[in-house]
């Protein structure tokens, strides 16, 4: 019980994390191409240079278009993104119950033979059991959401409503956030693509690749290799340094302290 609900916070605090980091990203990115394209578009309507009588509307039109996105852009893109945590998380959640009960099973059925038996005989072990799993350790996840909180703010931004501001002072806010973040990675985490081409690029993916660094999308058929179109170069953690904690002290699940002003 106690490994299958470690599972269960874990794997809910790794999704979140991941896909807030992504998330972020994604609306920083639109949020830029939506300015642009005003900056754009501003000085068409105000001087109506160059523009014909058919002209004008449609400029005019993709005006208010672009100002109704950018209205509802930053509750679209992280609306969007919860559900993504929430799908990729109930995704993964049943898979690790299932082999932490499988992995319970195993130990509870090897522990019950009596001693004298072990000595006799030695148990086969089956090609296809699973490997034991240990409870996972919420210390790791913990550290990187404090280290998150302390650059980049990242815990009081998403606990934040943001419906009392205006869309660019939430681009703001997510300016510095993205920074901060962007920073503690650098210092605690090294990340390094799977692919080295440019996405758009065609590359062969062969024979025995690892299916947990590539995921095949599209027509897949018979066997590899696998040609096909690079859409996303994924990433895998070279490096991680995290701060060292005491041999044998129990789980901190702080991230942030109060903070008290005395007077």
Same mark, same amino acid.
């Given at each position: 019980?106690?490994?299958?609900?470690?599972?269960?916070?874990?794997?809910?605090?790794?999704?979140?994390?991941?896909?807030?980091?992504?998330?972020?990203?994604?609306?920083?990115?639109?949020?830029?191409?939506?300015?642009?394209?005003?900056?754009?578009?501003?000085?068409?309507?105000?001087?109506?240079?160059?523009?014909?009588?058919?002209?004008?509307?449609?400029?005019?039109?993709?005006?208010?278009?672009?100002?109704?996105?950018?209205?509802?852009?930053?509750?679209?893109?992280?609306?969007?993104?919860?559900?993504? $945590?929430?799908?990729?998380?109930? *995704?993964?959640? =049943?898979?690790?119950?299932?082999? /932490?009960? +499988?992995?319970?099973? #195993?130990?509870?059925?090897?522990?019950?033979?009596?001693?004298?038996?072990?000595?006799?005989?030695?148990?086969?072990?089956?090609?296809?059991?699973?490997?034991?799993?240990?409870?996972?350790?919420?210390?790791?996840?913990?550290?990187?959401?404090?280290?998150?909180?302390?650059?980049?703010?990242?815990?009081?931004?998403?606990?934040?409503?943001?419906?009392?501001?205006?869309?660019?002072?939430?681009?703001?806010?997510?300016?510095?956030?993205?920074?901060?973040?962007?920073?503690?990675?650098?210092?605690?985490?090294?990340?390094?693509?799977?692919?080295?081409? $440019?996405?758009?690029?065609?590359? *062969?993916?062969? =024979?025995?690749?690892?299916?947990? /660094?590539? +995921?095949?999308?599209? #027509?897949?058929?018979?066997?590899?290799?696998?040609?096909?179109?690079?859409?996303?170069?994924?990433?895998?953690?070279?490096?991680?340094?995290?701060?060292?904690?005491?041999?044998?002290?129990?789980?901190?699940?702080?991230?942030?302290?109060?903070?008290?002003?005395?007077?």
């Amino acid at each position: 019980m106690r490994a299958k609900n470690g599972w269960t916070a874990f794997s809910f605090i790794t999704c979140f994390l991941w896909n807030l980091i992504l998330v972020a990203a994604a609306y920083y990115v639109a949020r830029q191409v939506l300015l642009e394209m005003h900056r754009l578009l501003d000085p068409l309507l105000a001087s109506g240079t160059g523009l014909s009588e058919n002209v004008r509307p449609a400029v005019a039109g993709m005006e208010r278009l672009l100002s109704e996105l950018n209205k509802y852009l930053a509750s679209a893109v992280f609306a969007t993104g919860g559900i993504v $945590t929430l799908l990729l998380w109930l *995704t993964l959640m =049943p898979q690790g119950r299932r082999l /932490a009960d +499988r992995a319970a099973v #195993n130990s509870s059925t090897v522990s019950a033979k009596p001693v004298a038996d072990k000595a006799k005989k030695q148990p086969k072990v089956e090609a296809s059991s699973p490997p034991e799993l240990r409870p996972p350790s919420f210390q790791s996840a913990v550290q990187m959401l404090s280290i998150l909180q302390r650059e980049g703010r990242l815990i009081d931004f998403l606990q934040e409503d943001l419906g009392a501001y205006e869309d660019s002072q939430i681009g703001a806010a997510v300016r510095s956030i993205h920074q901060g973040c962007r920073d503690a990675l650098s210092e605690h985490v090294e990340l390094k693509p799977i692919y080295r081409e $440019t996405e758009g690029d065609a590359v *062969t993916v062969a =024979p025995g690749f690892d299916s947990r /660094a590539v +995921r095949l999308t599209g #027509n897949v058929a018979g066997n590899p290799p696998f040609k096909g179109v690079l859409r996303h170069r994924g990433w895998r953690i070279a490096r991680m340094e995290l701060p060292a904690t005491p041999a044998g002290a129990k789980e901190d699940l702080i991230v942030a302290p109060a903070e008290v002003e005395v007077q």
